[in-house]
């Protein structure tokens, strides 16, 4: 669990012996995903390349989402998907929404990160949001501007080696090109870091006020996988 650093430094009084307590800001990248049918994620033989693991995103899409903390407190939060009340066409290609619900049990990796990568990854970050929100981005399964891609997107402005979280898509018996997807990116994450993961259960209403309000206020609301028992 990441904790306020201290650090001490003499002062100038005329106490020779008097110290100041300073505090560092703590800063954290926090990568979700809601992927609890891993049976869509398995085997097959793709020509030419052998046997490889396919995400079939028709049996269940999964979700991947992300936030930003400062001092325990999210600064930033974004979770891509299809607009509410999107037709089957809209959530291929539709208007957006930057704050997609979160019904299903998540499985959470918390980073620690320098102060830069935090405004790099946030700046980003808006950007895509603001995007979404104006409609001038569109949610976009075919260019793969998804909830996973897009996440994968601006984290890696601030962690060039995040991992890589690829794999091929199939559905309804044919498998298409590779793509970052929920399952993939999952994967190459808990592989990478298998001690990292919190799991938190189902509450799509909480999510749903952490969203709401993370944006509107950073910084007043508390990172849940700091936690977890309370949740």
């Known amino acids: 669990m990441a904790e306020l650093k201290k650090t001490t430094a003499k002062t100038q009084s005329k106490d020779k012996k008097a110290v100041a307590v300073h505090q560092e800001d703590i800063f954290n990248l926090i990568i ?3 992927v ?17 693991k396919v995400h079939y995103v028709l049996e269940d899409p999964g979700h991947t989402f992300m936030y930003l903390t400062k001092n325990g407190k999210i600064s930033f939060f974004y979770s891509l998907g299809p607009h509410v009340g999107a037709s089957t066409v809209e959530r291929a290609y539709g208007y957006g ?3 997609y619900k979160i019904p299903g049990e998540t499985r959470l990796f918390r980073f620690n990160i320098s102060e ?15 995007d979404v929100l104006a409609q001038r981005r569109y949610y976009n399964i075919f260019q793969n ?5 897009s996440a994968r997107d601006i984290i890696a402005v601030g962690w060039p080696g995040v991992p890589k979280g690829s794999s091929f898509i199939g559905g309804k018996g044919i498998v298409m090109e590779e793509v970052v997807n929920p399952y993939a990116f999952y994967e190459d994450i808990h592989t990478k870091y298998p001690k990292g993961e919190v799991v938190l259960s189902h509450s799509e209403d909480k999510w749903k006020g952490i969203m709401a309000n993370s944006n509107k206020s950073p910084g007043t609301i508390p990172d849940p996988t700091l936690i977890p028992g309370s949740w």
């Open 116 to 130: 830069v990568q935090h405004e790099q990854m946030r700046a980003k970050g808006k950007e895509y949001r603001n």
């Open 32 to 34: 979700g995903f809601e």
């Open 36 to 52: 609890n049918n891993p049976h869509v994620y398995r085997e097959a033989f793709v020509v030419p390349n052998g046997r490889r």
């Open 145 to 149: 501007f998804t909830c996973a891609r």
């Open 97 to 99: 929404t930057p704050e």
